[in-house]
């Protein structure tokens, strides 16, 4: 059973950084494609950026394109999501999502495995 956990969310001024973190509980995982979600109130969960189990291949959403990267350790086991330029409007619960696929889907339904989110919030 893959169990992920986040960390590192928190409250940050707009224009602020912040990065979050993503560990697995097992070593696998570095054979995985990983991924970043959020979902604000009201809203889907939509997706925000995807690394494939190298780490060589990497996609964002528009929405954060240059301002956000997705990277992960030399083990693999940890993804990490670094967000800077921080505007109100990314402030959501982010979920990392992992699958054994080869690269990283842009769906929620292209992950098997969910973490239970860490609250990111930018004040304008």
């Known amino acids: 059973q893959v169990q992920l956990v986040e960390s590192g969310g928190g409250l940050v001024q707009a224009g602020g950084s912040l990065r979050v973190s993503c560990v697995a509980s097992?070593?696998?995982?570095?054979?995985?494609?990983m991924g970043w979600f959020r979902q604000a109130p009201g809203k889907e969960r939509e997706f925000v950026a995807g690394?494939?189990?190298?780490?060589?291949?990497?996609a964002y959403a528009d929405s954060v394109k240059g301002r956000f990267t997705i990277s992960r350790d030399s083990s693999g086991n940890t993804v990490y999501l670094q967000m800077n330029s921080l505007k109100p409007e990314d402030t959501a619960v982010y979920y990392c999502?992992?699958?054994?696929?080869?690269?990283?889907?842009?769906?929620?339904?292209?992950?098997?495995?969910w973490g239970q989110g860490t609250q990111v919030t930018v004040s304008s």
């Open positions: 690394i494939n189990w190298s780490g060589t291949s990497k």
């Open positions: 097992v070593r696998t995982i570095s054979r995985y494609a």
């Open positions: 999502a992992a699958d054994q696929s080869l690269r990283a889907g842009l769906s929620v339904f292209e992950y098997e495995y």
